[in-house]
């Protein structure tokens, strides 16, 4: 729900990073494979017990890299197996962090994090689905950003994703009810986003 308004605050800054990243010899995909490496330290550490800035600095650090991949990509001239590096990198990641809270105490966070861990399925099916048959059609959009799928809008986004893990992060003892609430949210998406692809692509 948030990405349009946020890629209009960071796009720039992103882009001039990403060519100072390129003119010094980075690469988009070594981008992408480190922001996943700093990201499955977080979920690491949450699996270990850790908490705070300890766990929300490798995080921010993690989707900064995620955001800066792109530019950098744009710099050097995108591939379609960057595209498809960048998004399997994402979905690592966003399932590491509710699965190193399972980890960390099955007991207490077993059933919420298995429910967080399914509508995050459910959700990231609906958008790679919709995402191919829009290629198929030809359908274009940079209402997100310039990307290589198409990134349908919802509930929520990439932005409500990345401030749920920070205040989890932040205060483990909220993840049961953050992650029930949460998940129902995914439901909703998943939801709205089939009733769009059915008035999009018909029967």
């Known amino acids: 729900m948030l990405d349009g308004f946020m890629r209009g605050l960071i796009d ?3 882009n001039r990073g990403g060519v100072w990243l390129a003119n010094r010899g980075a690469h988009a995909n070594g981008v992408t ?3 996943l490496a700093i990201g499955l330290v977080a979920a690491t550490l949450i699996g270990a017990g850790e908490a705070g800035l300890i766990v929300v600095l490798p995080i921010l650090a ?3 890299a995620d955001g800066l991949d792109g530019a950098v990509a744009r710099a050097r001239g995108k591939t379609d197996f960057g595209g498809f590096l960048d998004i ?3 979905f690592v990641f966003y399932g590491a962090v509710p699965l190193a809270f399972v980890l960390r105490d099955p007991a ?3 059933v919420a994090g298995a429910f967080l861990l399914a509508t995050f399925y459910a959700n990231g099916a609906s ?3 919709y995402a191919v048959l829009a290629a198929k059609r030809g359908l274009e959009t940079r209402s997100r950003g310039e990307k290589s799928l198409y990134f349908t809008s919802g509930l929520l986004e990439g932005t409500e994703t990345i401030a749920f893990f920070l205040v989890i992060a932040m205060w483990p003892a909220l993840f049961v009810p953050a992650a029930w609430a949460f998940g129902s949210l995914c439901i909703v998406t998943t939801v709205s986003r089939v009733i769009l692809a059915r ?3 018909g029967r």
């Open 12 to 14: 720039a800054p992103l």
């Open 33 to 35: 494979l480190a922001g």
């Open 62 to 64: 993690s989707r900064l």
């Open 88 to 90: 399997v990198c994402d």
């Open 108 to 110: 207490v966070n077993g």
């Open 127 to 129: 958008f790679l689905g």
């Open 199 to 201: 008035r999009v692509f």
